[in-house]
């Protein structure tokens, strides 16, 4: 079976090499590319066009927020999952309202951004445990 192809866009080098390494030693995963702002990550997205991208709300430029309408337009088979420090509700319904399947905060468990990818491969909403919305 295909593994699910994922992009990551963070603003933060270390948080991408994290996620990276914990998604790479999934069987059913793999990484298709990365970038560190939202402009960036809309044209690679639309380029590489990966079954789930993880995208960080708080980065310079074209924030998370705004992202994720443009790639919803741009490659709407492309699947997307909020990976934010910012538990704030309405953060939240924003991201789900504009086309987000799924919210974790990087102060989760590791286990919610794989659940998270696989989640939303398979076109399910998944929100981390730690979020009351």
């Keep these: 079976m295909k593994p699910i192809s994922i992009f990551i866009a963070d603003d933060h080098g270390i948080v991408r090499s994290g996620v990276r390494q914990l998604l790479t030693s999934q069987d059913d995963m793999e990484i298709v590319g990365e970038a560190e702002d939202g402009a960036a990550a809309l044209k ?3 380029k590489l066009k990966p079954d789930v991208v993880l995208l960080d709300i708080a980065m310079p430029g074209l924030n998370g927020l705004e992202t994720i309408g443009l790639m919803r337009e741009a490659v709407p088979e492309t699947r ?3 990976l934010s420090m910012h ?3 309405s ?10 399947l799924g ?3 990087k102060a989760s468990p590791s ?3 794989i659940n998270a990818v696989r989640a939303a491969h398979r076109d399910e909403y998944f929100l981390s445990s730690t979020i009351r919305a």
């Design 87 to 89: 538990a704030k509700e």
């Design 80 to 82: 997307i999952v909020i």
């Design 103 to 105: 919210y974790v905060l």
């Design 111 to 113: 286990s919610d951004i």
């Design 91 to 100: 953060y939240v319904h924003q991201a789900l309202s504009a086309g987000a």
């Design 44 to 46: 690679l997205v639309k």
